[in-house]
């Protein structure tokens, strides 16, 4: 059955964006077929971590009624579909925010999984995301701050009725002051369904234009976001490729 994810947060600067591309990418990876939606129109990022920034269609263009979704989708390298939103500030207007739900029932039909990155905070943007969704995944970094906006979120789409599948914590470093994941998802009262560990590799990947999983496989974070796409396509006994004996013996 396709689904439409959205992956949300509270706050920005919580690793959303690269979650969203990762995970795309990591189920794709999987056998299933991924198109990757940049919901945020007020600050997309999709494109520019994936080497498209600047593409003739965008989704500016499908929401404002000058083209259809169709000929804004466009293919990675991997495989991965993505449908990039406009940089320019001038594409901003007249925006028709509610379409993303029936463009989202169009894009179920072309796919296996429908991911959305949400724009962050609890905006219409936000709210236009959350509302075209079958379930929402909900991002967090393991601080008091970061996890007081998720539970924002988590509240907000209680009140619109969408389930949450669970909670990703990201950038954890085992740091002193660091809120504990058992913390975490009592708060929220939500699973966490994956921790991806502080590595920079993340950033590197963002200069190679390509998701991590493909640019540092190897990286511990890599491994994370693999496991958890595993769980989202119901591969419970998911074995890593990268993991033979002597990485786990090292790890």
Do not use: C
Request: charged fraction near 25%.
């Amino acid at each position: 059955m396709t689904k439409l994810i959205t992956i949300t947060s509270g706050k920005g600067g919580v690793g959303k964006t690269t979650t969203a591309i990762n995970l795309g990418v990591a189920i794709n990876g999987l056998g299933k077929e991924v198109v990757i939606l940049d919901a945020n129109l007020t600050t997309p990022n999709i494109g520019l971590h994936l080497g498209a920034p600047i593409v003739p269609v965008t989704l500016n263009h499908v929401l404002s009624g000058k083209a259809k979704i169709d000929d804004a989708i466009y293919e990675h390298g991997s495989g991965t579909k993505i449908v990039p939103s406009s940089l320019s500030i001038k594409d901003l207007r007249n925006l028709n925010h509610k379409r993303l739900k029936d463009i989202g029932k169009r894009l179920k039909k072309m796919a296996d999984y429908v991911i959305y990155d949400s724009a962050a905070g609890l905006g219409e943007e936000a709210i236009a995301s959350m509302e075209a969704a079958d379930e929402l995944i909900i991002v967090t970094n393991p601080e008091i701050p970061a996890v007081t906006d998720a539970l924002k979120a988590s509240k907000l789409a209680a009140q619109l009725g969408k389930p949450i599948r669970g909670v990703i914590v990201t950038r954890s470093n085992g740091a002193k002051g660091e809120m504990p994941i058992a913390n975490v998802a009592d708060m929220l009262e939500l699973p966490v369904i994956g921790v991806i560990p502080e590595d920079k590799s993340v950033k590197q990947s963002v200069l190679m234009k390509d998701a991590l999983v493909h640019t540092h496989p190897r990286s511990k974070a890599a491994r994370a976001y693999r496991k958890i796409a595993a769980k989202i396509v119901g591969k419970e006994n998911y074995k890593d490729p990268y993991d033979s004996f002597w990485d786990k013996l090292f790890r």
